[in-house]
């Protein structure tokens, strides 16, 4: 199975008709990895996989807009039919587990035993499914936040999650077939380096030689069109916008 990317949402900060927040589908190896579960996407998701067959969830932070539809998983994979065969791997920050515990009002994750297995992400993280290699590299935001490689058969996808500009985000990008990353905001505010403006996304993939950008997660003071156009200004390369739905060979 080559390295695939299907982009289920690309929305921020919110949900909007026809487009859910951030979630993509990597695929590779053998294996199906659920990478951000922003609200929308886990509907979006069997669209293209039965949840039960997932190798592996990974979320790249603790805000709403990337991993609130876990609540739904919950459901589904508990309760609705969709129960897989043994609990699935949930590579996440360590509050992960405690989080959604107490969205139940209960005192730990115990509960969901049967269908998660949680395991706190540091920067570093490796994982291994089938020939499919996910490393999680620590990037700069306002909550412990990682950004994803990933690598199979000689080729690599990077995903920058919510980052603001730091070595971290080019060190995971580098020399990538692909680089999935945020163009958040316009411009940043005095002494905020939480997100990237276009110009940033643009900058961080020229200086990690990849080869080609892919736009998402463009916030309300820009479009997509418009934060693609500038990112790829700035980048001098092969630059695209993420659409929900759409399927992409790394």
């Given amino acids: 199975m080559p390295l695939t990317l299907t982009v ?19 695929r590779g190896g053998g294996a199906e990895v659920w990478v951000d579960a922003g609200p929308g996407t886990f509907a979006e998701l069997q669209r293209h996989t039965d949840p039960a067959r997932l190798s592996g969830i990974w979320i790249s932070h603790l805000h709403a807009d990337h991993n609130a539809d876990l609540l739904s998983a919950v459901y589904g994979l508990a309760y609705g039919g969709l129960t897989p065969p043994a609990p699935i791997p949930m590579y996440a920050p360590g509050e992960c587990a405690q989080r959604l515990a107490g969205f139940f009002g209960r005192p730990d994750a115990g509960f969901l035993s049967g269908i998660f297995d949680f395991r706190p992400l540091h920067d570093g993280h490796t994982a291994r499914h089938g020939d499919l290699l996910l490393t999680s590299h620590a990037v700069a935001h306002d909550v412990e936040a990682y950004g994803l490689r990933a690598e ?28 999935l990353c945020e163009a958040d905001i316009d411009a940043h505010r005095e002494g905020e380096q939480v997100h990237l403006t276009p110009e940033d996304a643009g900058r961080a ?12 997660h463009v916030g309300p003071t820009l479009t997509p069109e418009s934060a ?15 659409r929900e739905g759409v399927t992409r060979t790394v």
């Fill in 8 to 26: 289920l949402g690309t929305a921020s900060p919110h949900p909007q008709p026809g487009r859910p927040c951030s979630g993509y589908l990597v």
């Fill in 152 to 179: 199979c058969e000689g080729r690599v996808l990077a995903y920058s999650g919510d980052s603001g500009p730091c070595d971290g985000l080019t060190e995971l990008a580098a020399d990538a077939d692909l680089f």
């Fill in 205 to 216: 993939a020229r200086v990690a030689a990849v080869r080609e950008l892919l736009i998402t």
């Fill in 228 to 242: 693609t156009e500038r990112a790829a200004w700035a980048f001098g390369g092969p630059t695209s916008t993420a």
